[in-house]
């Protein structure tokens, strides 16, 4: 099988600024990828290039072995994706949303009324579901992004920040629905600022710095190989277990200048 | 006033720039400045139409009846204030209230942007113009024609900022926007069929010129009636203030001026209210306003989703995407009574005017210049495909559709409109006036479907170029890229002058019969034109897919 998503010397550049400068990435079929950075790394212009909302300036990306700029349209009816502004049209109900994306997507109008009906049952907006989208609020707008996203069935999952603004009680829902999906054989791409998701969820993950992927691997490999750099020469301690926070802030975080004291700002009461 | 005002215009200054910065946005520039430069040549006529009315009015002693240029510079500043917009979209005021402001620089920066729309700037114009006439008629009186008309102006641009505050604050909820909508519908087809039914220049009379002295008496005995009334509104204040001063009545004069800056105080403080209101953050929504179902409790469901491999497409005329596109464009155009409105509103006025101006005559022009008439409605639309649908339309980049199919889908949704549209105008005319010749409907027909067609293709273009977000509960902001409202009249009104010419070039040969084949090719022209765009727009969108989201995807 080949691997679900792959990105060789991707790049993007805006006005002579290189966001995104020749990255490599590999997703295997089935994987929960964790895709961090700190703010303005490259994050959403990486995601943005896989889903298609941004031509890349240069570089190949294969979804599921196929090209996405060659053969778009064939790419996207096996991807879903929740973006960073979550795409809804204010002026719909939640049900005649569901019922659109579900034929653009090609599905039967019977199958589009089951799985819709299900969806916003699942999703906690059954009874939300005569109100137009442009008054719900972000989390429940969240929601019916991440219903959209699923309700053909994609085989790959692209979620930009899918839990933000998003309740506790939802937020459990929706990382047991995932987890299904992984468990089903999807593979799912996230982007999320709260690492404590990420290192919950997300068997891989890949940091980019910069435009540059700067560490690319499983948790596992990730947290040997920060603590074999924090200790050069003397055996890693498996014992000895860094948070996701900890390996991130010890890649990033000292060039993303939040922890160094002579940085700190004395006027600040 | 500390910082917040000095920051408010630098904000307000480098939005207006960079906006025409991005990609796309010198284009915008010149067509902005050829928007300006047309509405200048409007508003110096205007002046000069002002201007010399109020000449004579001051130059033969009839100072009183300066209120009537007033009223009508009144009249026209609230108009354009609706037709131009307020000075929003590029720069939403409101975000300020985050930042520490005092409710007092809140106002005035509010104010002060407001005071700079093109309406406003026009009605200051105006005044001055009613000054210079007046000056000039009777030198004496210049000052006393300043001072009063600029507090005049100053009362006027108070009004309307006082007007549109509280439209945005009313028209906040669907539920009122669609009232007020209706509302304008019928005043505006009441306006139209009293101005059709009472106006003595509309009644059919075989000689003369159409004017009664009956009808002109009872104009004048409804002025006179209203007399009383005006005179205790600004413009009839600022008259009496003139008539006063031009009789040497200083305190006269004060008072009636002091009047009406009192006038404009009320609408300040009316407009201030508003905003202290808004400084203090409010929510306008349908939800905060209780007009949407109150939600039940809501049970998270425990079982997981079943996903399932995409259905294979039933059997259907349409493509699965096409049809689905043209649903949800449906539901856009039942759930914008503004839309709807723009729809309705030639059908009905082509009913109001087409039995009154039909003489056998010009019976055979009645049913062309009707459907012309009727599609300055329907052939803006296109050009602004996306601005409902906001930062959805990363949707359709996202989605396995081909762009091509999406621009398909709003446009036969306009295009069956348009079909409705002539339909309806048809059976108008060939009740209210003559059926066309069967000639003359083929040839109407085939020009309406070749001017769709060409104002269709390029306003697929503009949709991507130039989109603007439209936003409902703003109703007094610009939503409409001033270029592409250009380029939608002017190729309205360049088809017109291909149809015109040659409908002419078949009178001037006596062939009446050309007329079908030639438009038909005029038609066969447009459509390949139309396909072509059509074929090309998904790398055009592709191309210019960031400036699109840039602009439909801001809050």
């Known amino acids: 099988m080949p691997p679900a998503i792959v990105a060789n010397n991707l790049s993007r550049s805006f006005s002579g600024f290189t966001a995104v400068d020749r990255i490599d990435l590999s997703v295997e079929a089935g994987q929960f990828f964790g895709f961090l950075g700190p703010n303005g790394a490259g994050k959403s212009t990486t995601i943005k290039m896989l889903t298609g909302l941004l031509e890349p300036s240069g570089g190949t990306i294969q979804i599921l072995g196929q090209d996405l700029i060659a053969n778009p349209v064939e790419v996207k009816r096996h991807i879903g994706v929740v973006p960073e502004g979550m795409a809804l049209f204010g002026k719909l109900t939640a049900t005649e949303y569901l019922h659109f994306v579900g ?13 819709t009906a299900e969806l916003l049952e699942f999703m906690g907006l059954a009874n939300e579901q005569k109100k137009m989208i442009a008054d719900y609020s972000h989390g429940m707008g969240k929601k019916l992004a991440l219903a959209a996203a699923v309700i053909h069935g994609p085989k790959v999952l692209f979620l930009d920040e899918p839990f933000e603004g998003v309740d506790a009680i939802a937020a459990g829902t929706l990382k047991n629905m995932l987890q299904g999906m992984i468990a089903r054989g999807a593979t799912i791409f996230l982007t999320s600022h709260v690492l404590e998701i990420v290192e919950r969820l997300c068997s891989h993950i890949a940091i980019i710095h910069k435009g540059h992927i700067v560490a690319n691997g499983s948790l596992d490999e990730l947290r040997a190989g920060v603590q074999a750099r924090m200790t050069p020469g003397v055996d890693v301690d498996p014992s000895a277990r860094l948070t996701l926070e900890q390996i991130f802030l010890n890649i990033v975080g000292g060039e993303a200048g939040m922890t160094n004291s002579e940085q700190e700002l004395p006027w600040l009461g | 006033m500390d910082g917040g005002a000095d920051a408010g215009a630098v904000w307000r200054h480098c939005t207006l720039v960079n906006q025409f910065k991005k990609k796309g946005g010198a284009v915008e520039l010149i067509g902005s400045i050829i928007v300006y430069l047309v509405f200048g040549c409007f508003a110096f006529g205007m002046m000069a139409f002002a201007g010399s009315m109020s000449y004579f009015a001051a130059s033969s002693g009839h100072l009183d009846k300066i209120d009537l240029v007033l009223l009508g510079v009144f009249a026209l500043c609230q108009l354009a204030n609706i037709q131009m917009g307020q000075p929003g979209t590029v720069f939403d005021p409101t975000q300020l209230i985050r930042f520490p402001l005092r409710v007092g620089n809140y106002v005035a920066i509010r104010l002060f942007f407001g005071l700079l729309s093109p309406a406003n700037i026009l009605g200051g114009l105006l005044s001055f113009a009613v000054v210079v006439g007046v000056a000039v008629a009777v030198p004496s009186l210049w000052f006393y024609a300043l001072m009063s008309l600029t507090v005049f102006a100053v009362a006027n641009a108070l009004f309307s900022q006082m007007l549109f505050a509280w439209v945005d604050r009313w028209l906040s909820t669907r539920r009122a926007r669609e009232i007020f909508t209706a509302l304008i519908f019928v005043g505006s087809l009441g306006i139209q069929w009293a101005n059709f039914t009472f106006n003595p220049a509309y009644q059919k ?4 010129s159409g004017v009664s002295m009956h009808g002109i008496n009872n104009g004048v005995s409804f002025y006179h009636r209203a007399q009383p009334f005006i005179g205790a509104l600004p413009p009839g204040l600022v008259s009496r203030a003139m008539v006063a001063a031009s009789r040497g009545h200083v305190v006269g004069f004060v008072g009636f001026t002091l009047g009406c800056a009192l006038f404009g105080a009320v609408f300040f403080a009316i407009f201030a209210w508003r905003m202290s209101v808004e400084f203090r953050g409010e929510n306008l929504s349908d939800a905060a306003n209780g007009v949407s179902a109150k939600a039940k409790p809501v049970v998270v469901a425990a079982a997981p989703v079943v996903v399932v491999a995409p259905q294979p497409e039933g059997r259907s005329v349409l493509p699965s995407a096409v049809a689905a596109v043209m649903g949800k464009e449906f539901l856009h155009v039942r759930r ?3 839309i ?3 729809l309705v509103a030639p059908v009905v006025f082509v009913f109001i005017f087409a039995g009154k101006i039909a003489t056998r ?33 990363q949707f359709y980049f996202m989605a396995p559709v081909r762009l091509r199919d999406v621009f398909l889908a709003k446009n036969l949704v306009g ?6 549209e002539i339909a309806a105008v048809f059976g108008i005319i060939s009740y209210v006036a003559v059926p066309p010749t069967l000639l003359m409907l083929g040839v109407a027909v085939l020009w309406a479907a070749a001017t769709l067609l060409l104002t269709t293709a390029l306003g697929n273009r503009r949709s991507v170029t130039a989109p603007k977000k439209i936003d409902l509960g703003r109703t007094a902001s ?12 002017g190729t309205l009104v360049g088809s017109a002058a291909i149809g015109g010419g040659l409908l002419m070039l078949a009178l001037y040969l006596h062939t009446l019969w050309m007329l079908l084949p030639l438009f038909l090719a005029f038609a066969a022209g447009a459509f390949w034109f139309y396909q072509q765009g059509l074929g090309s727009i998904d790398r055009f969108a592709m191309d210019h897919r960031e400036a699109m989201f840039e602009e439909l995807c801001k809050k």
């Open chain 2, 361 to 393: 005559g010009n019976a055979a022009w009645i049913f062309p210049a009707a459907l012309a008439y009727s599609l300055m409605g329907i052939a803006p639309l296109s050009f602004n495909s996306f601005g409902l649908e906001g930062a959805g339309v």
């Open chain 2, 478 to 489: 610009k939503q409409a890229s001033s270029l592409s409202a250009l380029i939608s009249l």
């Open chain 1, 103 to 115: 034929r653009m997507y090609g599905l039967d109008k019977a199958t589009t009324t089951q799985r």
């Open chain 2, 415 to 420: 295009f069956a409109l348009a079909f409705i």
């Open chain 2, 340 to 342: 709807f409105y723009g």
């Open chain 2, 205 to 208: 009379k075989p000689h003369g």
């Open chain 2, 336 to 338: 914008n009574t503004g």
